[in-house]
């Protein structure tokens, strides 16, 4: 705990009843939920967009403008009961009620904690140094910016490990971005005059199967898929160490890359462990079943950060779906409890789930239904629309194309 004072200080905003930390899916949905029941909050976010992580690998494989994966906050936030403040969270004091941010204190009578989560890097010597992460816009930016100056410097030098781009992690963040790449690469090569067949792409997974939340037949098309683009798979292969420009798997082997992108694990925001609450091995506080903190029933903790298991006692996966549907049951369960009404259990349910490698290809499974191709793809867009519709209405999918968002 920091030894800063812990008073109401933020101006404006000294206490509301209200407050949700991390604007992230399940604090927009959240959000929007309170909206809809002119209910009185606080949102608190440390920038002033909402971004669309899931779909971060597009925006790294410049597929658009990188404000097309964005919204500002304000235009979701639109009710005059609401209030929006850009802060950074530093620490949560869940016994006074109190949260410490970088423009101040503020108190709460009730919380949510939406922070989100981190790329994970289970002590693996180097690979925090050493690795280039896909977490954020900025995130995205920088991945970027590194690949397109690694092939600007290879037209001068040749030197083979700069066309070597290796992916650390085969789930869904390490295949979609491997898919973007085996797309966007080639073409980069071409315009710099640089032969394709100089490009080498490596997967690097620890089972031997990649993206294990999708039915087995998709799992088949999407290893076919990058085999067929040139992608080597690693698989039963562990990272063991990262160094400068090279990568140590736990086969023995050293392939000696400047282009190291490590998608293998996330664990919570660090504020929640140090913050006290109980967490798990990820750094997900646990959650009852109304979401609420074990520890705190007047914190409910939500998205990536919840560790939550569902009646069959399997724990909550950490993705998109997962932290609306929480931030959504989360806020009903504050309004039900500000109003003395009973809180209800949250129950998770799976609408399937779409995978892209690259912008012309992809799968899908919903239901009973499995495709793949075009009408895969058709899903996932069709599905950020929904997404944006829900947030702000038909303002936000006409306002969205107008607005600037600065990353
Ligand atoms: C490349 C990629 C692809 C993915 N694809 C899919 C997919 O296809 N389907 C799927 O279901 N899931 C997917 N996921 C997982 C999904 O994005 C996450 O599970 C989801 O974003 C979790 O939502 P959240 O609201 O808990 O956290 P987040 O969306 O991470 O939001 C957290 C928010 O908190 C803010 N924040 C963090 N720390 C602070 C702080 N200290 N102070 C103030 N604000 C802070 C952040 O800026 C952010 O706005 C993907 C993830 C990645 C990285």
Redesign the pocket.
């Known amino acids: 705990m920091s030894d800063c004072h812990w008073e109401a200080d933020v101006a404006g905003v000294d206490h509301t009843d209200i407050v949700i930390?991390?604007?992230?899916?399940?604090?927009?949905?959240a959000a929007v939920e309170f909206q809809k029941h002119h209910t009185p909050f606080t949102l608190?976010?440390?920038?002033d967009y909402?971004?669309?992580?899931?779909?971060?690998?597009e925006a790294?494989g410049g597929r658009a403008d990188l404000s097309n994966f964005a919204i500002a906050i304000e235009d979701v936030v639109r009710d005059p009961m609401a209030k929006f403040l850009k802060?950074?969270?530093?620490m949560i004091n869940p016994n006074e009620h109190l949260i410490e941010?970088?423009a101040g204190i503020l108190s709460y009578s009730k919380l949510m904690i939406?922070?989100?989560?981190?790329t994970a890097f289970f002590r693996i010597p180097g690979l925090k140094e050493h690795s280039l992460v896909?977490?954020?816009l900025e995130d995205?930016k920088r991945i970027r910016r590194h690949i397109e100056s690694k092939v600007m410097s290879y037209s001068q030098t040749e030197d083979s490990t700069l066309l070597r781009f290796v992916i650390g992690g085969g789930g869904?963040?390490g295949v979609?971005?491997m898919g973007e790449l085996a797309d966007f690469l080639p073409r980069l090569l071409e315009e710099n005059d640089i032969n394709r067949d100089r490009l080498e792409l490596i997967l690097v997974h620890s089972h031997d199967d990649i993206v294990p939340g999708i039915d087995q037949k998709l799992r088949d098309i999407v290893k076919d898929k990058l085999l067929e683009r040139k992608v080597k798979l690693l698989l039963n292969e562990r990272v063991i160490e990262a160094k400068p420009c090279a990568v140590v798997l736990s086969g023995g082997e050293t392939i000696h890359t400047q282009t190291f992108i490590w998608?293998g694990g996330?664990s919570a925001?660090p504020?929640l462990e140090s913050s006290g609450f109980s967490v798990d091995q990820r750094g997900r506080a646990i959650v009852n079943e109304h979401l609420q903190s074990v520890d705190h029933p007047d914190v409910y903790i939500?998205?990536?950060?919840?560790h939550y298991k569902d009646k069959t006692g399997v724990v909550v996966?950490?993705?998109?779906?997962?932290?609306?549907q929480?931030?959504q049951h989360a806020a009903k369960n504050v309004i039900a409890a500000l109003h003395g009404k009973h809180q209800k259990p949250f129950v998770y349910r799976h609408h399937g789930?779409?995978?892209?490698l690259g912008p012309h290809y992809g799968v899908a499974e919903v239901g009973h239904l499995r495709t793949s191709g075009f009408a895969a793809l058709a899903l996932?867009d069709g599905s950020k629309a929904k997404y944006l519709m829900h947030l702000g209405g038909i303002h936000a999918l006409i306002y969205k194309r107008k607005q600037w968002i600065h990353v």
Do not use: I, R, W
């Open positions: 930390v991390g604007a992230g899916y399940a604090g927009m949905a608190l976010n440390k920038h909402h971004y669309f992580k899931t779909l971060l690998h790294a802060t950074n969270v530093v941010t970088s939406a922070l989100g989560g981190q896909l977490n954020t995205s869904l963040t979609e971005l998608a996330v925001n504020v939500v998205g990536d950060c919840a996966p950490q993705t998109g779906q997962v932290a609306e929480m931030g789930l779409a995978v892209s996932k």
